[in-house]
């Protein structure tokens, strides 16, 4: 079904991680339907583009900065380049993310959780202090008393401790202690929420072999949609409307919340 979208978000410049896939590119093309500039950032760059692309095909401004966010040098030019081409990132969102290889917490490697933790945990955290930072020399638009927004993709691993994603899931309660702890150092200039979808067709789950068949575990773990109150996986577009919502003047009043996307299958 199409409708018109409210122009929500114009004048403001957004910066989303992990933005050449799934849930990332359905938050980009969201926040410029509604009016917004992007940066958009991904480790791949050919994805990144493809994004960007998309977005210009809407008559919005999008420029593209590879980086890989577990790398502190990278996110300081990102950071750079992003100030640099538009003054300023009002709504920031911490997407980029992996799941991993499935393994019981007794039996994973540590590099592996290494490198999960790296990317899920590290990197929002550093893309957050990095923009943060910048963020509370700016302006504020003169639409809002607020300096920028953050917005936090976590899951609901990270509110119950799933088997065989333990890394996952820690790495994703962590990005919600880290979503509170801000929000309480950093208001009443930002907001900092957080987001935690359910199970959402993405490639999250079809990137590597391994990663594949966990991902169908997981759908057959939960008998696909059986038992999701709403009977149907989530869309990226369905984590993209509530990121518009936390990214607008909307929801001013929100801050440390950490908000389920899910079809109803997790209730904490
Ligand atoms: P996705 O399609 O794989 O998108 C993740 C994107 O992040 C990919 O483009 C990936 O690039 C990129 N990325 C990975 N490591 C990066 C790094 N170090 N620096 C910059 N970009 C990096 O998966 P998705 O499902 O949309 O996931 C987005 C977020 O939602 C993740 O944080 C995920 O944990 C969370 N989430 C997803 C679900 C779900 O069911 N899909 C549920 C709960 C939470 P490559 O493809 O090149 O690695």
């Given at each position: 079904m199409s409708r018109t979208l409210e122009?929500?978000?114009?004048?403001?410049?957004?910066?989303?991680?992990?933005?050449?896939?799934?849930?990332?590119?359905?938050?980009?093309?969201?926040?410029?339907?509604?009016?917004?500039?992007?940066?958009?950032?991904?480790?791949?760059?050919?994805?990144?583009?493809?994004?960007?692309?998309?977005?210009?095909?809407?008559?919005k401004k999008a420029i593209v900065v590879k980086a890989d966010i577990s790398k502190s040098a990278e996110v300081e030019a990102m950071a750079k380049e992003a100030y640099e081409k538009f003054g300023r990132v009002d709504v920031l969102v911490n997407n980029a993310g992996v799941s991993g290889i499935p393994y019981k917490l007794i039996d994973l490697p540590e590099k592996e959780w290494d490198e999960v933790m790296a990317v899920n945990l590290r990197g929002t955290w550093l893309v957050s202090k990095v923009i943060c930072k910048r963020m509370l020399k700016q302006e504020p638009l003169k639409i809002s008393t607020l300096l920028g927004k953050v917005i936090n993709i976590s899951s609901i691993a990270g509110k119950t401790g799933e088997q065989t994603v333990g890394c996952y899931s820690a790495t994703k309660a962590g990005i919600i202690a880290v979503t509170q702890a801000m929000a309480r150092e950093l208001g009443p200039k930002i907001t900092v929420n957080a987001i935690c979808p359910g199970f959402i067709l993405t490639n999250i789950y079809l990137n590597k072999e391994e990663v594949v068949m966990a991902g169908a575990r997981i759908f057959e773990n939960i008998h696909t949609v059986g038992e999701i109150p709403l009977k149907r996986i989530g869309q990226p577009e369905d984590v993209a409307n509530v990121a518009a919502f936390l990214a607008s003047t909307d929801s001013d009043y929100m801050t440390g919340q950490a908000i389920n996307i899910c079809g109803g299958i997790a209730f904490h």
């Open positions: 122009q929500r978000l114009s004048g403001r410049v957004a910066l989303v991680t992990g933005s050449g896939s799934g849930i990332g590119r359905a938050i980009s093309i969201r926040f410029a339907s509604e009016g917004a500039a992007l940066v958009i950032n991904d480790v791949d760059e050919k994805t990144a583009l493809e994004t960007r692309q998309m977005i210009e095909k809407l008559g």
